[in-house]
Nanobody, 126 residues
Framework: QVQLVESGGGLVQAGHSLTLSCEAS????????IGWFRQAPGTEREFVAA????????YYADSVKGRFTISRDNAKNTVYLQINNLKPEDTAVYYC???????????????????WGQGTQVTVSP
């Protein structure tokens, strides 16, 4: 079983940048594809970005392309999500999740992911 822990969230002003981290314990992350999702109050969990196990492929929601960058360092057992030019609408709890298989068609579906972290809150002030 993989235990995921997100960190790096906080209160930031619009226009600033933030880098979230997703660190794995108990097992190595290198076998898993990792996705980032976010959920604002009263909304459904929304796919943000994903990266294949070897880092060779990345996927982004259209709403975040150009501002979000997902990357991974398997040696550090960590996946990152860099968010640039933060906007108030980026305010949400951000979750990372691990999948052991996926297709490009369902990479954004929460049901693909087996393990989830507890989330880290990102709040963007105007």
């Amino acid at each position: 079983q993989v235990q995921l822990v997100e960190s790096g969230g906080g209160l930031v002003q619009a226009g600033h940048s933030l880098t979230l981290s997703c660190e794995a314990s108990r097992r190595t992350l290198r076998s898993y594809h990792i996705g980032w999702f976010r959920q604002a109050p009263g909304t459904e969990r929304e796919f943000v970005a994903a990266i294949s196990s070897n880092g060779g492929r990345t996927y982004y929601a259209d709403s975040v392309k150009g501002r979000f960058t997902i990357s991974r360092d398997n040696a550090k057992n960590t996946v990152y999500l860099q968010i640039n030019n933060l906007k108030p609408e980026d305010t949400a709890v951000y979750y990372c999740a691990a999948a052991d298989r996926y297709s490009s068609a369902d990479i954004g579906s929460p049901s693909v992911y087996v393990y989830w972290g507890q989330g880290t809150q990102v709040t963007v002030s105007p």
